[in-house]
């Protein structure tokens, strides 16, 4: 029978994410793995298929997000001239999805592209599997649940670690998801 991989990631050390709080998210992630597998073999409610199939999947786009050290968007990149041209500004668009990232509750501020009608799209995903958006290609993802940020910000840090996280950034991982999804 098929099963998943949990997928290993090389995040070096980040500003403001601690290790302990990598090494923690990443069990995390290994859960999804295992209980996306489990549901699979029936060992688990196939209710929670899109939960946990999601939250794998999510973990996975954040994590690659984060290898291999900060890297700048570069101002002749594709993904940069797309969301101008969409957003009026880099800077808009970052306000914009800074702003759907401090969303209350539990989620993820999301950047997908619509190959249908090839543009770009910001949202929030309730939890994780509330509000995916089908046929959509994540490009960029950020997670809002406590477990991503609590242990280092406590929760009055939420925008701290927002700041963080796109100082952390590797924009070479964001622009290769962006040209995957819009060839």
């Given at each position: 029978m098929f099963k998943y991989d949990e997928?290993?990631?090389?995040i070096p050390e980040l500003k403001g994410i601690s290790k302990?709080?990598?090494?923690?998210?990443?069990k995390l992630y290994a859960g999804y793995v295992k209980n996306i597998n489990d549901t699979l073999e029936g060992k688990q409610d196939i209710r929670r298929i899109g939960f946990e199939?999601?939250?794998m999947r999510n973990h996975e786009y954040y994590f690659k997000s984060l290898e291999g050290g900060p890297k700048a968007l570069s101002d002749i990149s594709i993904l940069k001239k797309a969301i101008?041209?969409?957003?009026?500004?880099?800077d808009k668009w970052l306000i914009t999805f800074k702003s759907i990232a401090l969303t209350r509750g539990v989620g993820w501020a999301m950047l997908?592209?619509?190959?249908?009608?090839?543009?770009?799209?910001?949202?929030w995903i309730d939890e994780q599997h509330l509000g995916q958006l089908n046929g959509c290609q994540l490009i960029l993802g950020i997670d809002m649940w406590e477990h991503a940020f609590i242990y280092d910000y406590q929760p009055s840090g939420k925008k701290r670690y927002i700041e963080?996280?796109?100082a952390n950034l590797n924009w070479d991982v964001i622009e290769e998801n962006y040209k995957n999804a819009s060839k």
């Open positions: 997928q290993k990631f090389n302990k709080n990598i090494e923690e998210h990443l199939f999601n939250g101008t041209e969409q957003f009026e500004s880099f997908y592209y619509d190959p249908t009608v090839k543009k770009l799209i910001n949202t963080d996280f796109f």
